[in-house]
T-cell receptor
Framework: GQQLNQSPQSMFIQEGEDVSMNCTSS?????WLWYKQDPGEGPVLLIA?????ELTSNGRLTAQFGITRKDSFLNISASIPSDVGIYFC?????????FGEGTQLTVNP | NAGVTQTPKFRILKIGQSMTLQCTQD?????MYWYRQDPGMGLKLIYY???????DKGEVPNGYNVSRSTTEDFPLRLELAAPSQTSVYFC?????????????FGQGTRLTVV
């Protein structure tokens, strides 16, 4: 099946720091998504990317769709305690979402 | 709107028992999905449905069954529970294909098989 390589697996940062995480694949995809999962909750969509090279922001979050269509990254600026959670890169194929293994983010106040 | 509602939130099953995980959505979405999430892993698709009366297998369907008799409900059935089915189960729904519409997830059902 399709495999997404997401890194890093975990990050421990101080409040106020910037965060960067990325996701790569051996296959080409036309849509890249970033979801966040708060502790004890289901994933929630943060950003959707539909065009190679596209750079999209949502508040303090910025994501880019790689020009090769095989990768994407997510940046979080000026982190705050509520940024804690698991961030997943996700690709779509027809009716299916394929999730990366996630980046567990911990923010120390 | 309640969105996607899953019941129960927690359940402990003995090996060989059966149970049904309930999922209902009030957004009039056509597409519904069941995922499982093992510790430290991403979500994996079990089954999905593109409308009432239509279901299809996902990546990890073995040991599960589904039905979709109404637009709102998409129950997941475990017939003979096994320890390998210990996981957190998420139901989701979307208006259209996820390639261009957002999927909304429930809060999950944490299942332990002992």
């Amino acid at each position: 099946g399709q495999q997404l390589n997401q890194s890093p697996q975990s990050m421990f940062i101080q409040e106020g720091e910037d965060v960067s995480m990325n996701c790569t694949s051996s296959s080409i995809f036309n849509t890249w998504l970033w979801y966040k999962q708060d502790p004890g909750e289901g994933p929630v969509l943060l950003i959707a990317l539909y065009k190679a090279g596209e750079l999209t922001s949502n508040g303090r979050l910025t994501a880019q769709f790689g020009i090769t269509r095989k990768d994407s990254f997510l940046n979080i600026s000026a982190s705050i305690p509520s940024d804690v959670g698991i961030y997943f890169c996700v690709v779509t194929s027809g009716s299916r979402l394929t999730f990366g293994e996630g980046t567990q983010l911990t923010v120390n106040p | 709107n309640a969105g996607v509602t899953q019941t129960p939130k927690f359940r402990i099953l003995k090996i060989g028992q059966s149970m049904t995980l309930q999922c209902t959505q009030d957004m009039n979405h056509n597409y519904m999905y069941w995922y499982r999430q093992d510790p430290g892993m991403g979500l994996k698709l079990i089954y999905y449905s593109v409308g009432a009366g239509i279901t299809d297998k996902g990546e990890v369907p073995n040991g599960y069954n589904v039905s979709r008799s109404t637009t709102e409900d998409f129950p997941l059935r475990l017939e003979l529970a096994a320890p390998s089915q210990t996981s957190v189960y998420f139901c989701a729904s979307s208006y259209g294909r996820v390639v261009n519409t957002e999927a909304f997830f429930g809060q999950g059902t944490r299942l332990t098989v002992v």
